[in-house]
């Protein structure tokens, strides 16, 4: 379908924009709190790769440890075909919210 299609890659761009102005931001932030002399010993912030990877990794388990081998009982997909997992699967999951929407 060439809307949902249109839609994703709006989507998708727009995720994309706002990851490397974030990247951007923390590379800033990074450079100038080095560039100071930092006597304060001042507490950081949790950059936005620790917080990516982690949300990443919690989403993997509990996608296939909830809710493949606990609710579904059936092993998934990703074991079966890696290249279906990463190729086709996002865009189900995308079609799937669509058709839940209305």
């Known amino acids: 379908d060439i809307i949902t299609g249109?839609?994703?890659?709006?989507?998708?761009?727009l995720l994309y924009i706002q990851a490397s102005s974030a990247v951007a931001a923390e590379?800033?932030?990074?450079?100038?709190?080095?560039?100071?002399d930092n006597k304060k010993n001042k507490k950081r912030k949790m950059s936005w790769f620790k917080f990516a990877f982690i949300l990443h990794?919690?989403?993997?388990?509990?996608?296939?440890?909830?809710?493949?081998?606990?609710?579904?009982?059936?092993k998934p997909a990703l074991m079966d075909?890696?290249?279906?997992?990463f190729g086709v699967?996002?865009?189900?999951?995308?079609?799937?919210g669509v058709w839940f929407m209305g």
């Open 81 to 85: 075909s890696l290249g279906q997992a």
């Open 27 to 36: 590379k800033r932030d990074i450079s100038f709190n080095e560039s100071k």
């Open 57 to 74: 990794v919690l989403s993997w388990y509990m996608q296939i440890h909830p809710g493949h081998k606990i609710y579904e009982g059936v």
């Open 6 to 13: 249109g839609i994703t890659s709006m989507l998708l761009l």
């Open 89 to 96: 699967a996002p865009m189900f999951a995308f079609l799937e």
